[in-house]
Nanobody, 126 residues
Framework: QVQLVESGGGLVQAGGSLRLSCTVS????????MAWFRQNPGKDRELVAA????????IYGDPVKGRFTISRDNDKNTVFLHMDSVKLDDTARYYC???????????????????WGQGTQVTVST
């Protein structure tokens, strides 16, 4: 019953901005950590950002610090990823994820999450 659906990916020029959205059905988001990961073929799925249920605490992967912002609207069951000043290395498929049980722990590893969306492709061009 739990379903995560990402949207907002596409082609963007280096230095530009993009906003990704993740909508969740089957459960409410309050009290659940939500996260964004990204992955390219042949590479590990890496943390982009994670946010606690309240939205107060956040973590970011080193490559995106200062450029990306994670936020959430629990009333809309939606998590956002605002991507600013994108670089070529930001090209990847972006996934949103959530754990099965609620927690305030901001897990940094992909195996620590249980529900995943299908992903949305972000391609940065010069």
């Amino acid at each position: 019953q739990v379903q995560l659906v990402e949207s907002g990916g596409g082609l963007v020029q280096a230095g530009g901005s993009l906003r990704l959205s993740c909508t969740v059905s089957g459960r409410t988001l309050s009290h659940f950590v939500m996260a964004w990961f990204r992955q390219n073929p042949g590479k590990d799925r890496e943390l982009v950002a994670a946010i606690t249920g309240s939205g107060v605490n956040k973590i970011y992967g080193d490559p995106v610090k200062g450029r990306f912002t994670i936020s959430r609207d629990n009333d809309k069951n939606t998590v956002f990823l605002h991507m600013d000043s994108v670089k070529l290395d930001d090209t990847a498929r972006y996934y949103c994820a959530m754990p099965e049980y609620w927690s305030d722990t901001l897990y940094p590893k992909s195996y620590q999450y249980d529900y995943w969306g299908q992903g949305t492709q972000v391609t940065v061009s010069t």
